[in-house]
Nanobody, 119 residues
Framework: QVQVVESGGGLVQPGGSLRLSCVAS????????VGWYRQAPGKQRELVAR???????NYADSVKGRFTISRDNAKNTVYLQMNSLKPEDTAVYYC?????????????WGQGTQVTVSS
């Protein structure tokens, strides 16, 4: 049984930091690309950052220089370090795992973790 579980969300003041974790089980984690997405109320889900099996990364322009994605295959975990948080970063953050040779319909998603940036 495949499970993808996010953690680390919470309430933080503007300018603060949070580190999100995504732990996957039941899959050959090291070959999957993993992405962090977010969805704010009334908005579409958007890609925040992605890391490939080879640890290549890409980021949304809105988070470049503030967020860092990394992975620890020994722990089946991907992290999203979020610094200099802004109120517009408030959203539910979701972890996505994608097999390199399967279409997106085969993706695995976590249940999401809420991040709220507010004073």
């Amino acid at each position: 049984q495949v499970q993808v579980v996010e953690s680390g969300g919470g309430l933080v003041q503007p300018g603060g930091s949070l580190r999100l974790s995504c732990v996957a089980s039941g899959i050959a984690f090291s070959i999957y690309a993993v992405g962090w997405y977010r969805q704010a109320p009334g908005k579409q889900r958007e890609l925040v950052a992605r890391i490939t099996s080879g640890s290549s990364t890409n980021y949304a322009d809105s988070v470049k220089g503030r967020f860092t994605i990394s992975r620890d295959n020994a722990k089946n975990t991907v992290y999203l370090q979020m610094n200099s948080l802004k109120p517009e970063d408030t959203a539910v953050y979701y972890c996505n795992a994608r097999h390199p040779r399967l279409p997106s319909s085969y993706d695995y998603w976590g249940q999401g973790t809420q991040v709220t940036v507010s004073s």
